[in-house]
């Protein structure tokens, strides 16, 4: 990965910086979230980062529409520092991880708070930023899960390729 902040200038790229938290387990089996919350509670098995530092509100307008196109790939790359850093090194983090789905015209990407992956199908969120995902917080790299419990920093990649 390049420099995150010039690649979330491109239309079909959003970059979201968040921190792990000592409550992530990543046990949930469908879903995988962010959130701006600067707190977790161990109920939270599917939130894999606080402090988000945007939100599917914050994210272009090409780049929402491009997601609502049921045919487009949005693959999610999970880039993880090391605990204790200020930030993770895009080019070179300590562990990375990534899970990829689809886009559905029903996706609204317009929640404030936080954004959700999910493997099911279900788009009446807000939040969902890509559904039929082949993964969710319970399959990310128990490395990467324990650094993010850990607190280590957190680049989450969204990537948006249209059908061809």
Do not use: K, N
């Not at 098995?45 to 606080?50: A, K, L, Q």
């Not at 300590?94 to 886009?103: C, F, K, Q």
């Amino acid at each position: 990965m390049s420099d995150a902040s010039a690649e979330s200038d491109a239309p079909l790229v959003e970059v979201v910086r968040a921190v792990g938290h000592e409550h992530v387990t990543a046990e949930h089996a469908s879903t995988v979230e962010l959130t701006t919350d600067d707190w977790l509670t161990p109920a939270g098995d599917c939130i894999v980062g606080v402090e988000a530092d945007r939100t599917p509100r914050d994210f272009s307008a090409a780049f929402r529409e491009a997601c609502q196109d049921a045919g487009a790939t949005i693959t999610a790359t999970f880039a993880v520092g090391e605990p204790g850093a200020d930030d993770v090194d895009t080019d070179d983090p300590a562990h990375v991880d990534e899970i990829a789905g689809r886009g559905d015209p029903d996706l609204a990407l317009l929640d404030d708070r936080s954004m959700v992956g999910r493997t099911s199908e279900y788009t009446d969120d807000e939040r969902t930023i890509f559904v039929d995902a082949d993964g969710a917080a319970a399959d990310l790299d128990r490395d990467l899960v324990a650094a993010l419990a850990g607190g280590a920093p957190v680049a989450l990649r969204v990537d948006v390729e249209p059908p061809a």
